[in-house]
C-alpha cells in the first residue's frame, strides 16, 4: 500500500542555520506530495505542495522538489528561524480520483536562538 | 472564525464509555474527513464524506465506531465502549472539491483519554 517515509527526529538546529527533512515514498501512480506543519496547540497547516514530477512547491521560505525518480519530496529552508519550531509532515494523495491523504510520522523541528 | 471547528477539545472518559465528537467544517466545504493521530506519529485517515454520504471508511474503523454527517454540514464520530487504545488526537478536516484541486483544512483536534 501507499506509505511515507521521513527522517526521524527530532531536529535541533541553530537560527539561521540550514534545514533539511528528508521524505520518501511508495505510493502505484503519480500521487501528489504536501508537506504540512503543526505548530505548538494549532492544528495541521498546508505548507506546501506538488501535483507532478519535476514541480517545486514553495512556501515561507521552505521549498521542497517532487523527485519521480528518487521517489522524495525532501523539505528545505535556507535559513530558518525560531518560529519555524513545529512538527513538520510528509503527506501523499493518489490521483485527483482517491481522497485520503497519507501522512509520514512527522519530524518535530526545534530551532535554538 | 472560518476555520474548522472541533468540540470539545479534550474528552477524559473512563474504559467502557460512549463518547462523541463534533466537526463543524468549513462552510461551503463538501468534503470532510476524519483522522486519528496517537503521539509520535502522523495522522492516520477513518473516513470520509461527500456531503451526507460516506464514501470510504479506514479498516481502522471497527464497528464501536460510527460517523454521521446527517445534513451534509456538520459531522459527528461516535464511539461505543471506549478502550484505552482508542486514545489519540481525533482530527477532523474539510475540503471543496473542485475539478481535482483540494486543499483539506484541519480542525485543532479533539484529544481522547480514556483511563
Known amino acids: 500500500g501507499d506509505s511515507v517515509t521521513q527522517m526521524e527526529g527530532p531536529v535541533t538546529l541553530s537560527e539561521e542555520a540550514f534545514l533539511t527533512i528528508n521524505c520518501t515514498y511508495t505510493a502505484t501512480g503519480y500521487p501528489s506530495l504536501f508537506w504540512y506543519v503543526q505548530y505548538p496547540g494549532e492544528g495541521l497547516q498546508l505548507l506546501l505542495k506538488?501535483?507532478?514530477?519535476?514541480d517545486k512547491g514553495s512556501n515561507k521560505g521552505f521549498e521542497a522538489t517532487y523527485r519521480k525518480e528518487t521517489t522524495s519530496f525532501h523539505l528545505e529552508k535556507g535559513s530558518v528561524q525560531v518560529s519555524d519550531s513545529a512538527v513538520y509532515f510528509c503527506a501523499l494523495r493518489r490521483g485527483q480520483g482517491a481522497q485520503k491523504l497519507v501522512f509520514g510520522q512527522g519530524t518535530r523541528l526545534t530551532i535554538n536562538p | 472564525d472560518t476555520g474548522v471547528s472541533q468540540n470539545p477539545r479534550h474528552k477524559i472518559t473512563k474504559r467502557g464509555q460512549n463518547v462523541t465528537f463534533r466537526c463543524d467544517p468549513i462552510?461551503?466545504?463538501?468534503?470532510l474527513y476524519w483522522y486519528r493521530q496517537t503521539l509520535g506519529q502522523g495522522p492516520e485517515f477513518l473516513t470520509y464524506f461527500q456531503n451526507e454520504a460516506q464514501l470510504e471508511k479506514s479498516r481502522l474503523l471497527s464497528d464501536r465506531f460510527s460517523a454521521e454527517r446527517p445534513k451534509g454540514s456538520f459531522s459527528t464520530l461516535e464511539i461505543q465502549r471506549t478502550e484505552q487504545g482508542d486514545s489519540a488526537m481525533y482530527l477532523c478536516?474539510?475540503?471543496?472539491?473542485?475539478?481535482?484541486?483540494?486543499?483539506?483544512?484541519f480542525g485543532q483536534g479533539t484529544r481522547l483519554t480514556v483511563v
Open positions: 478536516a474539510s475540503s471543496l472539491e473542485n475539478r481535482g484541486n483540494t486543499e483539506a483544512f
Open positions: 462552510s461551503e466545504h463538501n468534503r
Open positions: 506538488a501535483t507532478k514530477a519535476d
